[in-house]
C-alpha cells in the first residue's frame, strides 16, 4: 500500500524564506494527485520534501505507514521524473534505465525484462543503444519516465516533466502518463503550472498558492465550485470574468447591479446573496457561460447584458469575444462562426445558473 499522508509541513529556506506553510493531505493508494499553482507556490518543494530531497522544516510525511522524514531519497521507494530529464550524457537509454537497478543489485536477467518491458510501453524499444543527445525532447522525457517504472516504486513524482517539451508533444505525453497510471496502478504525484494539464491527468487536484493549499478537490468540482477567488481565476481558459458591483432588491426580485448593467439572480441564488442585500461582492461568470443573444431562443431582458466588442479572436471551433462595459471588460466563448462587428455595442446573455458570488473582502465563494 502507497498512501502518502502529509501532516502539518513546513518548509522555511535559509533567509526566512517560507516556501510551505502547514500543509496537510492524505493521497490515497493509488491515486493520481496533481499539484498546480503559480510559479514559486511552493509545489516543487512539498514534492522535494515527499522525495526526500529537501528537509522538512516542520511536520510529518508518512510513506505508507512509515514516517519518512529522516529517510534518506534512496530508501524511501519512491521514483521521480524531472523537467530536465536528468540522463547520464555517457550511457545509452538502456543503462540509462538500468542504472538504478544495478546499483540495488537486480540480476542481469531480471533488469533486462524490467528495461525491456518499460522500453516496450514507452515506444523506445528501438532507441536502447543511443545515447541521450541522439533523442528528441520527447524520446528523452519517455527515458526518463522508462528509469522511474523499471524501479517499480511505491510512489511516483513528476516535477513539471512536460514543461520543456512542445505544445503537441506535451499534450501526447500526457495522454501517455495518464495511460501508464491506468496501467500500472500506482500511486502518482505530479506537479506542474499548467491548469489544463493539472485538469486533465489528476484524479484530484491541490491547488497552491504562496505556500498554501486553497483547495483539494477533483477536477469537476473545482472547476464547478472553486473556494475563492483565486481558484476561479486559475482554473479554466480563458479565466471567469469578475465583476465588482452590489446585491440589490428591486421589486421583490434580487439582481447583481454592476453598476451599467443588473442581472437578475436565480431563485438558488438568491439565499446565499440575501445577507450581501445592498453591500459589494464580486460576481464571477466565466466565458462559456455568455452567449451572443443572436443564437438564444428565448432571452430575457433580466440576463441580458449589453456591451462593445473590443476585439474578435477565432480560435477555429470557437471565438472568443473580448468585451467592455463602461467600467469592465470580459471575454464571452461563443460559437466559431460568430463574428460580430468590432467596436459595435451587441447584446450578451448570462447563464445566470452557472454564476459565482465572492465576499469583496475575504475573496471567499459566497455559499
Ligand atoms: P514552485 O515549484 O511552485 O514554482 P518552489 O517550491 O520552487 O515553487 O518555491 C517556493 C518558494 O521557495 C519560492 O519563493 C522560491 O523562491 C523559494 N525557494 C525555492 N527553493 C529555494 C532555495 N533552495 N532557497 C531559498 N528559497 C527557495
Same mark, same amino acid.
Given at each position: 500500500m502507497a498512501q502518502v499522508s502529509l501532516r502539518h509541513v513546513s518548509k522555511v529556506y535559509s533567509? +526566512? =524564506?517560507?516556501? =510551505?506553510? &502547514?500543509v496537510s493531505l492524505g493521497i490515497e493508494n493509488k491515486e493520481f494527485v496533481v499539484f498546480v499553482g503559480p510559479s514559486g507556490c511552493g509545489k516543487s518543494t512539498t514534492l522535494r520534501m515527499i522525495a526526500g530531497l529537501e528537509e522538512i522544516s516542520e511536520g510529518d510525511i508518512f510513506i505508507g505507514d512509515k514516517l =519518512? +522524514? &529522516? =529517510?534518506?531519497a534512496k530508501d524511501r521507494d519512491i521514483a521521480m521524473v524531472f523537467q530536465n530529464y536528468a540522463l547520464y550524457p555517457h550511457m545509452t537509454v538502456y543503462e540509462n534505465m538500468a542504472f538504478g537497478l544495478r546499483l540495488r543489485k537486480y540480476s542481469k536477467a531480471e533488469i533486462d525484462q524490467r528495461v525491456k518491458e518499460a522500453a516496450q510501453m514507452l515506444g523506445i524499444a528501438k532507441y536502447l543503444n543511443r545515447r541521450p543527445k541522439e533523442l528528441s525532447g520527447g524520446e528523452r522525457q519517455r527515458v526518463a519516465v522508462g528509469r522511474a517504472i523499471v524501479r517499480k516504486p511505491l510512489v511516483f513524482l513528476f516535477d513539471e516533466p512536460l514543461s520543456n517539451l512542445d505544445a503537441k508533444m506535451r499534450v501526447q505525453m500526457r495522454t501517455e502518463i495518464n495511460k501508464l497510471h491506468t496501467r500500472l496502478q500506482s500511486t502518482m504525484i505530479y506537479v506542474t503550472h499548467d491548469q489544463v494539464e493539472a485538469m486533465t491527468m489528476g484524479n484530484r487536484i491541490v491547488v497552491m498558492k504562496d505556500g498554501i493549499i486553497h483547495q483539494v478537490a477533483d477536477p469537476i468540482s473545482l472547476y464547478d465550485k472553486p473556494v475563492n477567488k483565486f481558484v476561479a481565476g486559475f482554473i479554466g481558459s480563458p479565466p471567469m470574468n469578475f465583476f465588482m458591483g452590489r446585491i440589490i432588491k428591486y421589486d421583490g426580485k434580487f439582481y447583481f447591479d454592476e453598476g451599467t448593467f443588473k442581472v437578475k439572480l436565480v431563485e438558488d441564488a438568491v439565499p446565499k446573496t440575501r445577507p450581501y442585500e445592498d453591500k459589494e461582492v464580486i460576481f464571477g461568470i466565466r466565458p462559456e457561460d455568455i452567449y451572443d443573444k443572436l443564437f438564444v431562443q428565448e432571452a430575457s431582458p433580466e440576463n441580458t447584458v449589453t456591451a462593445r466588442v473590443d476585439v474578435v479572436e477565432p480560435m477555429g471551433s470557437e471565438v472568443y469575444l473580448h468585451m467592455a462595459t463602461p467600467k469592465n471588460i470580459f471575454i464571452a466563448r461563443v460559437g466559431g462562426h460568430d463574428k460580430p462587428e468590432v467596436n459595435h455595442d451587441i447584446d450578451l446573455v448570462f447563464d445566470m445558473s452557472k454564476t459565482h458570488f465572492f465576499d469583496k473582502d475575504t475573496e471567499k465563494a459566497i455559499v
Open positions: 533567509g +526566512n =524564506v517560507k516556501a =510551505v506553510s &502547514d =519518512v +522524514n &529522516d =529517510v534518506p
